[in-house]
């Protein structure tokens, strides 16, 4: 007892804190911070600077195929803020509440030939960002007339250059008609629809001109031409629906500018009219003595508050665009498609590799 030294104060037992499990409630924190950080990121990264958009149809084979994932890069026109306040990447939203929507500054300008995803602006029952994205290529610009003449497009009289991808019907004459055209020749070119006539001669398809011209070589074709819709297929479904035309000939139709001001006249009620009053926010109305008022004040022209677009797809004539819907107006632009990354082809089950990772043109 009396030798027994005292355990001085540096030399107490310490409990070895190493070995403590991390506290639940820490653990939880921490993964709910992450979470809510990613969240918020991929929000940001949605919202205002791209996002994904799958192919869902042939309309603008064969510059994108059914199945194909593109970016759309927001930053190119400047990203859109919502009209709506909801729950981000559902359809959940507070129906009848829409919000001021503003559009951020970009760095470029819609221009020709750009492809482009917007709202389909047709779906007037929806707000503006709940409306379906559409994929189709800018030809007409604000302020510009637009006509198509036998498929040829023309701006301010002047014809346009056609776009690589570029794909429309032909008329496939043989020069015996007991012979059949080999259909799966045909398939590995790239041409999806094949149609039989009622002239045994004559079979029509869908294809770029580089395939057509390379059909044209094959001994048993006698030729091939452009498929012109004629006089007979003419139709009033077409915009602005009270004029009788054809996919292949179509206009001249002036495309809205923003501060251009237009003379109301009863020829161009039809295009304008609704036009004003679907996407300008006012009240257009024809009064009883053959004149117009805006919002209840009589009117001789009207001074557009946004710039409109003529979109069309490049499969030429499978393609629901612009000629059956009218304009799009600048508020209803998502953002440019700048490139694919990733490729599928539904009925191979196997990716199309030699086509990701490709800028869109």
């Known amino acids: 007892m009396g030798n027994r030294k005292k355990r001085s104060r540096s030399e107490t037992v310490k409990p070895n804190r190493g070995n403590r499990k991390p506290d639940a ?18 929000l940001t ?8 958009f799958v192919v869902p149809t042939p309309s603008m084979a064969n510059t994108v195929l059914p199945g194909e994932y593109l970016i759309v890069s927001k930053l190119h026109y400047g990203a859109q803020t919502p009209h709506t306040i909801g729950i981000p990447y559902t359809d959940l939203y507070l129906k009848g509440v829409q919000v001021p929507a503003f559009r951020l500054p970009g760095f470029s300008k819609i221009k020709r030939g750009d492809v482009v995803v917007f709202h389909l602006p047709t779906e007037t029952e929806h707000p503006i960002n709940k409306r379906q994205p559409y994929l189709k290529r800018t030809l007409g610009l604000p302020g510009e007339s637009l006509a198509i003449r036998d498929k040829a497009f023309f701006i301010d009289n002047a014809p346009i250059a056609d776009f690589d991808g570029l794909q429309f019907f032909w008329d496939v004459y043989k020069t015996d008609p007991r012979v059949s055209l080999s259909y799966t020749k045909l398939k590995e070119m790239g041409v999806e629809e094949i149609l039989p006539t009622n002239n045994r001669r004559l079979v029509r398809i869908i294809a770029t001109e580089a395939t057509a011209k390379e059909i044209s070589t094959w001994s048993y074709v006698e030729k091939i031409i452009p498929y012109i ?56 109305e024809r009064t009883d003595n053959g004149g117009f008022s805006i919002d209840g004040k009589p009117v001789t022209s009207y001074q557009f508050k946004q710039d409109y677009y003529f979109m069309v797809g490049d499969n030429r004539d499978n393609s629901l665009d612009s000629r059956y819907w009218g304009f799009v107006p600048a508020d209803h632009i998502l953002g440019k498609a700048v490139a694919r990354f990733y490729s599928w082809d539904k009925e191979a089950g196997w990716p199309r590799f030699d086509r990701m990772f490709a800028r869109i043109k």
């Open 229 to 284: 819709a004629d006089e007979r297929e003419a139709q009033t479904r077409l915009f602005p629906f009270n004029i009788l035309q054809t996919n292949d000939n179509y206009g001249p139709i002036w495309i809205p500018k923003a501060g251009e001001a237009l003379p109301l006249n009863q020829a161009n009620w039809e295009i304008y009219g609704k036009t004003i009053a679907q996407y300008e926010e006012v009240i257009i």
């Open 45 to 52: 990264l949605h919202t205002f600077i791209f996002q994904p």
């Open 25 to 42: 409630r820490i653990i939880a924190k921490e993964w709910l911070s992450s979470l809510v950080f990613a969240f918020v990121a991929m």
